[in-house]
């Protein structure tokens, strides 16, 4: 029963041996999981179980830290929920009492009954600061990108107490789902970081200046080389019903690398550019449109700065140049290579471009073959899906508060 901000419920779920967050943002994990008996849980509504056992320890933990919080820990603990897992991004984006504070840290030290579990979902969040370290470690489980995830996160202020190298789970959804082949095109792409206000705002800071940068580097080596270059959008622009941000994004594009330019559409299944019957489509999530994904394949050489859709092109394949022309090593592609530049000149940014995008198919898999498993770990011998369901299961096996009937 929903009454206003309220989430009124009478009773526990019978059999939920998973309880996720926010899973309308995010379909295809609870998909993945959902033998296991899964909850969505709302953490931003004020869950209300009429129930004593609830009560209680809503009561309790209100005293000891924020209302989200609070609400998520008595609802796992009174209706004994083995384990929770979220994408990583929810985690971290969801407020809690304290800045910088994640919601897991501060439940899974309230219930240390139950498993928390997060999954890698994007590489911004290696961004926390170093100062983080003082914190005390959080009691949750990180399944991560790769290894160079697993020794690298703690080092950028990171509290996962433990980190199991699994592979990229959108990512490995949509190998599942791209046709069969695709032929790539004799042009680049450019992977868009314009995300908010902050980027066409009044104000730049140094991420953005390096990225406006890049954009006149790309313009410039488009307009010798005769490319039309193609623009892979953000493809969460739609969700936003208060300003028109896909077509501030394509002004800002426009503004600085010129007409000649095409753009993704990223409301469509692979972006519209795979000439398929895309409307016999319908994805779950804004996420499994796949319109960067597909572009990149689709492309010569992938570019750009920092960003997850370019560690993914990478962990693919395909050929990528990540140009940091900012000094800051934190907007470095993670893996030094050929495939990376920082702070290059024009010229040296064209040549290095010029010589990926010459390359023969078999140069570029010797020189990068083990560093894109070192960065994403790849799913030949079992999927990303499998995984996770794999890690969770064993998890719930030997956990006092499982429920049944659940199959593995």
């Not at 892979?232 to 969700?239: E, G, H, N, Q, V």
Request: neutral net charge; contains cysteine; glycine residues 4%.
């Amino acid at each position: 029963m929903q009454i206003s901000r309220f989430d009124v419920r009478f009773r526990y779920p019978i059999r939920c041996n998973v309880v996720t967050l926010d899973a309308e943002l995010t379909p295809f994990l609870a998909r993945e999981l959902s033998h296991l008996g899964v909850e969505n849980y709302l953490p931003s509504s004020r869950t209300v179980v009429v129930r004593p056992l609830f009560l209680f320890w809503l009561l309790v933990y209100l005293r000891r830290t924020s209302r989200i919080a609070a609400n998520l820990a008595a609802f796992i603990r009174s209706a004994r929920i083995p384990i929770l897992v979220t994408m990583d991004f929810l985690d971290i984006q969801i407020p809690t009492e304290s800045y910088g504070v994640s919601l897991l840290e501060e439940v899974s030290r309230l219930v240390p009954e139950a498993e928390f579990v997060s999954i890698q979902h994007g590489q911004e969040l290696r961004r926390l600061a170093a100062t983080n370290t003082s914190r005390e470690e959080k009691r949750v489980t990180l399944l991560c990108f790769g290894e160079w995830t697993a020794k690298n996160f703690p080092k950028f202020g990171r509290l996962e107490h433990k980190y199991i190298p699994v592979g990229a789970l959108v990512n490995s959804i949509y190998t599942r789902t791209r046709p069969p082949q695709i032929w790539r095109k004799n042009r680049i792409v450019v992977i868009s970081t314009v995300k908010d206000e902050a980027w066409w705002g009044s104000v730049a800071d140094e991420r953005r200046i390096g990225y406006e940068k890049l954009m006149v580097f790309v313009r410039d080596f488009c307009a010798k080389t005769s490319i039309t270059p193609l623009v892979a959008l953000t493809i969460d622009r739609d969700s936003n019903n208060s300003i028109d941000e896909a077509t501030i994004e394509r002004r800002w594009f426009i503004e600085r690398i010129g007409e000649d330019i095409e753009f993704t559409d990223p409301s469509q299944i692979f972006g519209g550019l795979s000439h398929l019957d895309e409307h016999a489509i319908t994805p779950n999530s804004i996420k499994e449109r796949f319109s960067s994904y597909f572009a990149s394949d689709q492309s010569l050489v992938t570019i750009g700065m920092s960003s997850t859709a370019l560690w993914e092109a990478f962990g693919r394949g395909n050929r990528i140049l990540a140009v940091n022309l900012t000094d800051n090593p934190v907007y470095d592609f993670p893996i030094s290579g050929i495939w990376s530049m920082r702070q290059p000149t024009y010229d040296e940014f064209e040549t290095r471009l010029s010589e990926i995008k010459n390359m023969k198919d078999s140069e570029w898999t010797s020189l990068a073959k083990d560093a894109k498993e070192f960065l994403i770990r790849d799913d030949i011998d079992q999927s990303v899906a499998d995984r996770i369901r794999s890690h969770v299961g064993v998890l719930l096996d030997k956990h006092p508060w499982r429920k049944a009937p659940w199959t593995t």
